[in-house]
């Protein structure tokens, strides 16, 4: 079973940021929380990833709570190509192993 | 290569033929996994490959599914005696677990099998 959960779906207008939530509620303490997305008929895409510290990159922001049970990924000024499937999971860094993904956030951008 | 390249892209196949999906990873990636993705659904884990052995194989769906890794590097899916309810996208992603560059699943994009 994954060990994430969020929301089956989620809206948001043209411009405006979109905050996809995230728990994880029972991550390991060397567990990094990873973000991907799939936009329709490609292969998941890397987004960002982080441990405690918020992180940002060209495409997004990761908030991540302080006691790490659950974090949020923010899309700034989010346009019709960000509509897409939004996956959350928790990965031990530099180790191998199974990794699961839930059924993640299906985000519609509306004009 | 610079990504992870999957062939074929497209395949349709009657019910009770077997099909080879191959997975070209990214070069020096030592891990490498399999997922499937029906019509509308999420991610569901197949098989975990480090090197050429596979540590994980709780994914596999049943004994018409198999998969190897030779040197490596390439990998084959191969379902065997194919039915109706093997449809779907096969997914191929590979990461390097350590090192400069490591940590960051890179996936291809996906082999899309059609059991008539």
Redesign the interface.
Known sequence: DAKTTQPTSMDCAEGRAANLPCNHSTISGNE?V?W?RQIHS?????II?GLKNNETNEMASLIITEDRKSSTLILPHATLRDTA?Y?CIV?V????????????TELSVKP | GAGVSQSPSNKVTEKGKDVELRCDPISGHTALYWYRQSLGQGLEFLIYFQGNSAPDKSGLPSDRFSAERTGGSVSTLTIQRTQQEDSAVYLCASILPQGPGANVLTFGAGSRLTVL
């Open positions: 990094y990873y991907y490609q292969g998941p895409q890397y990833h499937v996956y990965r860094y530099n180790q191998g192993g199974k990794l699961i993904f839930g059924q993640g």
